[in-house]
């Protein structure tokens, strides 16, 4: 079955920086588009990156462009999202989606905070 398990959340100070990893199985990886989500504390959870199954394609909401990057390990069945300059409203638990036979699959979460 799919599982999702991402790690590499924990606590930073204002301009530090992250790398989170969704490790995935149970799929066909690298035919999938993969997203990271994110629930910041008293909001709905928003989409965060997006990225093609090849990984050619990428996509952020405004708020993470030119901070955040999605990128991917086909090989591994990996998915990253490596964080830069992060900003306290960044803090939130993160997590790790995909879809399939029109089913959503998420991890577990990771929590990020930032704050000095």
């Known amino acids: 079955q799919v599982q999702l398990v991402e790690s590499g959340g924990g606590m930073v100070q204002p301009g530090g920086s992250l790398r989170l990893t969704c490790t995935a199985s149970?799929?066909?990886?690298?035919?999938?588009?993969m997203f990271w989500y994110r629930r910041r504390p008293g909001r709905e959870r928003e989409l965060v990156a997006s990225?093609?199954?090849?990984?050619?394609?990428?996509e952020y909401r405004h708020s993470v462009q030119g901070r955040f990057t999605i990128s991917r390990d086909n090989a591994k069945g990996t998915v990253y999202l490596h964080m830069i300059n992060l900003k306290p409203e960044d803090t939130a638990e993160y997590y790790c989606?995909?879809?399939?036979?029109?089913?959503?699959?998420w991890g577990q979460g990771t929590q990020v905070t930032v704050s000095s």
């Open positions: 989606n995909m879809m399939l036979g029109g089913e959503d699959y």
């Open positions: 149970g799929f066909p990886f690298n035919s999938f588009m």
């Open positions: 990225i093609s199954g090849s990984g050619v394609h990428t």
